[in-house]
């Protein structure tokens, strides 16, 4: 798992720990992410930082999330 560290925005640091999970394939399409609060918990982050940066992941990229009832997954392509 990679650390957070204090050297650039918290969101900025967990969209990019997403971002490697997606491409390490260790969250797979169809798959949910974890929930908000379970990311929290994980890397001892705020809610809104937390929104934030999945906010960035795609809002940069283009990432292909897709949200239902408040859960964050990627689509199926």
């Known amino acids: 798992m990679r650390e957070i560290s204090y050297k650039s925005p918290l969101y900025i640091q967990l969209r990019e720990v997403i ?3 997606i491409e390490e394939e260790e969250y797979l399409p ?3 992410i974890p929930s908000e609060n379970q990311l929290m918990e ?3 982050l705020n809610r809104v930082s937390v929104r934030s940066a999945l906010a960035a992941l795609v809002g940069s990229t283009g990432c292909p999330f897709a949200v239902r009832w ?3 997954s990627l689509r199926d392509f």
Request: proline letters at 0%; aromatic letters at 16%; a positive charge.
């Open 30 to 32: 169809g798959t949910a």
């Open 70 to 72: 408040r859960r964050w």
């Open 42 to 44: 994980t890397y001892g």
């Open 19 to 21: 971002r490697s999970k």
